[in-house]
Nanobody
Framework: QVQLVESGGGLVQAGGSLRLSCGASGRTISINAMGWFRQAPGKEREFVARITWFGDSSYYADSVKGRFAISMDSAKNTLYLQMNSLKPEDAAVYYC?????????????????WGQGTQVTVSS
């Protein structure tokens, strides 16, 4: 089993920045990739970004490309999401996820473990 705990959410003005963290513990040796998803009120959970465990490959949703950066510190078992130029439409609960056999990593079913989520609010 793998446990994931997100942190770093909060309230920020449009145009501002936030950095989310996700600490992984447990059987992390089984993980090949991690990702971030988000869910706004009344909307389905959507893919944000994915990165391999050793950080050699990443992939982004078009909506965040160029503004968000995903990174992985495998020595610390910690995943990050640097969010810049935030827009009101980025407001959501952000979830980190980890998978044992992630391929493209854009769909939820590729991931085996999920964090509890952290709220990001963007004021206009």
């Amino acid at each position: 089993q793998v446990q994931l705990v997100e942190s770093g959410g909060g309230l920020v003005q449009a145009g501002g920045s936030l950095r989310l963290s996700c600490g992984a513990s447990g059987r992390t040796i089984s993980i090949n990739a991690m990702g971030w998803f988000r869910q706004a009120p009344g909307k389905e959970r959507e893919f944000v970004a994915r990165i391999t465990w050793f950080g050699d490959s990443s992939y982004y949703a078009d909506s965040v490309k160029g503004r968000f950066a995903i990174s992985m510190d495998s020595a610390k078992n910690t995943l990050y999401l640097q969010m810049n130029s935030l827009k009101p439409e980025d407001a959501a609960v952000y979830y980190c996820a980890a998978g044992r056999n992630v391929r493209r990593g854009v769909v939820q079913r590729e991931y085996d473990y999920w964090g509890q989520g952290t709220q990001v609010t963007v004021s206009s």
